[in-house]
Antibody, heavy 125, light 108 residues
Framework: QVTLRESGPALVKPTQTLTLTCTFSGFSLRTSGMCVSWVRQPPGKSLEWLALIDWDDDEYYNTSLKTRLTISKDTSKNQVVLTMTNMDPVDTATYFC?????????????????WGQGTLVTVSS | EIVLTQSPGTLSLSPGERATLSCRASQTITSRYLAWYQQKPGQAPRLLISGASSRATGIPDRFSGSGSGTDFTLTISRLEPEDFAVYYCQQYGSSPNTFGQGTRLEIE
């Protein structure tokens, strides 16, 4: 059974750095082809893909946010961590982690077959 | 990046009716790398379709996907009460992955 769960602060101040952790089970990031991604959704709006890390430690980022994002993994703990610097009120959103599959092998183009429940992050002073 | 435009924005139908949702891309989506998701309030998206037409595990066969190039369709053959939700398409053929703005399927 595949599960993912996001954890992190519910409230951050403008200019601060956000750190979110995705803890997953039911699969391993040691397995060839496995990837984990972060996707966010502002209140009442659509979804935005942020970043992806694969089994081979390749990192991929949405170019619009690339300078602010870092994704990393701890395979032994089954965790993926996302950091986003210089937070702004427009970054207020529910942040999801998701298992990413399919597409081309060494490429960020993936669909998302299992999702965490999401964590709402509000940016406000 | 590829922009996905979904139509209609809102679709009002009754249980038992057929729903047809459209997703149009600003450029050709390679290899039919198009997915559909269902999202209910307060929940994460749920994968319905990948590869334009392959149903995900556990998805009822009343859900079907079709299309290629720039035009894709999600069809729900006979609406059940639990199908009323927001539906998103997503392309993964070109980086970055992008999502449409969503179609809200509501009970008429």
């Amino acid at each position: 059974q595949v599960t993912l769960r996001e954890s992190g602060p519910a409230l951050v101040k403008p200019t601060q750095t956000l750190t979110l952790t995705c803890t997953f089970s039911g699969f391993s990031l040691r397995t060839s082809g496995m990837c984990v991604s972060w996707v966010r959704q502002p209140p009442g709006k659509s979804l935005e893909w942020l970043a992806l890390i694969d089994w081979d430690d390749d990192e991929y980022y949405n170019t619009s946010l690339k300078t602010r994002l870092t994704i990393s993994k701890d395979t032994s703990k089954n965790q993926v961590v996302l950091t986003m610097t210089n937070m702004d009120p427009v970054d207020t959103a529910t942040y999801f982690c998701a298992r990413a599959r399919g597409g081309n092998y060494y490429d960020s183009g993936k669909y998302f077959d299992y999702w965490g429940q999401g964590t709402l992050v509000t940016v406000s002073s | 990046e590829i922009v996905l435009t979904q139509s209609p924005g809102t679709l009002s139908l009754s249980p038992g009716e057929r729903a047809t949702l459209s997703c149009r891309a600003s450029q050709t989506i390679t290899s039919r790398y198009l997915a559909w998701y269902q999202q209910k309030p307060g929940q994460a998206p749920r994968l319905l379709i990948s590869g334009a037409s392959s149903r995900a595990t556990g998805i009822p066969d009343r859900f079907s996907g079709s299309g290629s190039g720039t035009d894709f369709t999600l069809t729900i053959s006979r609406l059940e009460p639990e199908d009323f939700a927001v539906y998103y398409c997503q392309q993964y053929g070109s980086s970055p992955n992008t999502f449409g703005q969503g179609t809200r399927l509501e009970i008429e």
